[in-house]
């Protein structure tokens, strides 16, 4: 039994609780506000931002300021091309204080139960009791680093991107940066500049034209998701979504000729790694830009979710357990719903879901 279990009468019974506080769940807190339902928004974080709180000091939105807006509130304009991490900081802020999101800070959700037709979400100091559940939490709690041969023995600098802040911690330290993706180029061209800098990568990293951008990324995921609906097919060949961004930092470090992957290697030794032509190359640190699961580990007294974290879904509704969604997860709960600008049309349709399912299922007005 918790301990919250003893210390809780439980009277106050909520619509909906929605678990995280980055901006899916402040575009679902939006929605619920305007159809007038009994919502809480449960933030491990101590004050709002979500992920973005905890991202490396340079990074920067994939879009301009006029594409990268939540509903009903547009983001400022940005000097720079892309807004920067503090101005997306800053907009969240706002959004919330703008819209007097009903928000719980400190609430770390552990588990949640449910008691015939309502959930008991419990966090390390209390317990709540809802109709119905959102999780929004996202990917940022669950970084993930491959279980490599003899990574145990390697005894430099490791760190997962979720950790990485700026070049200047590597300074002097020969660099590994793992992955391909964007979070692995952008970090290659920053700790280039700063110190020896190699970049291991599955396959060649694929580049983006320049002029493509994040709206132009989210464009192609509608017109692929509007085609899907309609059966038709839909050629996005000329862009693949998984390719790297040439956001600015990324343009200066293909001129200094650094984006250039070393390959793969297969094991590690107690100074650094095993290419696979069997070469030995020492190295004082080691970036992982190696990617997510999905932050759903609370789920798991509740629901099935496979080793990446994922549960069974139609969009964002839960297959294995009634009043139960999921939004903000990216194309697992909706195309380009990870992003700022995306994520409005899942959580639009999925509070519109709640109220029917709240009326119909529950009796409720």
Known sequence: MHKSDKNNSMDEIFDVIVIGGGQSALACGYYLRRAKLKYIILDKQNTSGGAWLHTWDSLTLFSPADYSSLPGLIMPNSENKFPTKQEVIHYLGQYEQ??????????????????GDFFQVHTQESFFKTKTVISATGTWGNPFIPNLKGIENYKGVQIHSSKYKNPEDFNGLKTLVVGEGNSGAQIVAEVSKNT???????????????EVDGYYLFKIAN????????????DASNYNLASIVMVPPVKEARERGVL??????????????????????????????????????FLKSLIQLDEKGIAK?????????EGLWFVGYGNWTGYASASLIGVNRTAKQTILEIQDFLSKHLKIN
């Open 313 to 321: 879904t139609n969009e964002t509704k839960s297959l294995d357990i």
């Open 196 to 210: 020896t800098v190699k970049w291991s990568t599955k396959k060649t990293p694929e580049f983006l034209p320049d």
């Open 98 to 115: 703008y819209y007097q999101l009903n928000v719980k800070r400190n609430s770390e959700v552990v588990e949640i139960k449910k008691n």
């Open 223 to 234: 017109a692929r998701y509007k085609a899907e609906l309609e059966g038709k097919t839909f």
């Open 260 to 297: 250039i992957s070393s390959g793969t290697f297969r094991e590690f030794y107690d100074k650094g790694v095993i290419w696979d032509n069997g070469e030995q190359e020492d190295f004082d640190a080691i970036i992982w830009c190696t990617g997510f699961g999905y932050d759903t580990t």
